[in-house]
């Protein structure tokens, strides 16, 4: 299966091999970020975004085909990003992969971004169905109970910004440059978690929910109350974000477990993790912890497959591909596209 992913900031292609037993392999990922172009405008621009997808693709997926040693015509199938994400760069990732479907007379697969987030432990761990994904990436924060390809059902998520968001504009306000996630963290290190307690909003209701633009404002007011900031009061400030936000990611990945082990009460306990937040050594560290303490298993992908890249949709499409699935060519673009939506059941509008 080849993969293709242009869904926000990274232009990417990669082979994946799915075999008759289920495991997967991946033959090559090839992941080009823009971070560069967009880093002067403290965030991605969807025009620039689009223009470079245009500019890259052809290169990424050349160059995905040579590392997998395998000519187009031997692919099985292709599969893109169908959304949701940035329309302009979506249609440049879909387009493309529609254009090699038609010419090689090859099945498409237009695949859920999320879907590649949600599956992505099935490729590197082998992870059996139903299990828990906690989604924190740049766009998103959410649970997901997955029951299998196609069957999801949303738990709960941020009722505001997305995690990576608030790590963004907390690193912004404290002039720690973009992403701020791994700005943030490293400034962190040499600050002192407890010398401000920041809220941890929502945090009292039983509901699956997240809300982190409260916390932001209070970082903000916080920064503006000590200004001019002294490198020690932005190490404070960063780790005391940090430990607010892993205080709130921990209690709800304990009550999210608590509620899977009620209501799977045979399955073991299973909290699978994706997007670029993953990466925070903190809060994986504080999840490990929730795990262990609740006898259930966490799996954290390597955090190149957490962050956005094609392995992810060349196997959600192999995953899809193997039930039977594959899409029309005039398959829609989408922006929006939440993940427990009917028409995200395989075969539903199958070609
Ligand atoms: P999406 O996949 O939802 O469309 P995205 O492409 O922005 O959004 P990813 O590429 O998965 O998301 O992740 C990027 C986000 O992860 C950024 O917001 C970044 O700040 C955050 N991030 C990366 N590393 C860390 C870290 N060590 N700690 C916290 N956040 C991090
Ligand atoms: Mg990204
Ligand atoms: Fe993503």
Known sequence: M??????????????????????????????RSQLDEHAAFGGVVPELAARAHVE???????????????????????????GPGLIGGVLVGLTTAKALAASLGKPLLAVNHLEGHALTARLTDG??????????????SQFVLVRGVGDYERWGGTIDDALGEAFDKVAKLLSLGHPGGPAVERIARSGDPKRFKFPRPLLREERLDFSFSGLKTAVRLQAEALAPLSDQDVADIAASFQAAVTDIVATRSR????????????????????????????????????VAEIGARLVVPPIALCTDNGAMIAWAGAERLALGAHDKLDVAARPRWPLDTPDMKVNSDAA
């Open 56 to 82: 890259w693709l052809d290169h990424i997926i050349a160059q995905a085909m040579d590392e997998a040693g395998l000519a187009l015509d031997e692919v099985d199938a292709i599969a893109a990003t169908a």
């Open 2 to 31: 080849l993969g293709i992913e242009t869904s926000c900031d990274e232009t990417a292609a990669s082979v994946v091999v799915r075999d008759e037993s289920g495991r997967g392999r991946i033959r090559s990922n090839v992941v």
């Open 255 to 290: 009550q999210a477990l608590e509620r899977f082990k009620a209501e799977f009460g045979g399955a073991p306990a299973q909290l699978v993790v994706a997007g670029g937040v993953a990466a925070n050594q903190e809060i994986s560290a504080a999840l490990r912890a929730v």
């Open 127 to 140: 992870v059996a169905f139903p299990y828990l994904m906690l989604l924190v990436s740049g766009g998103h």
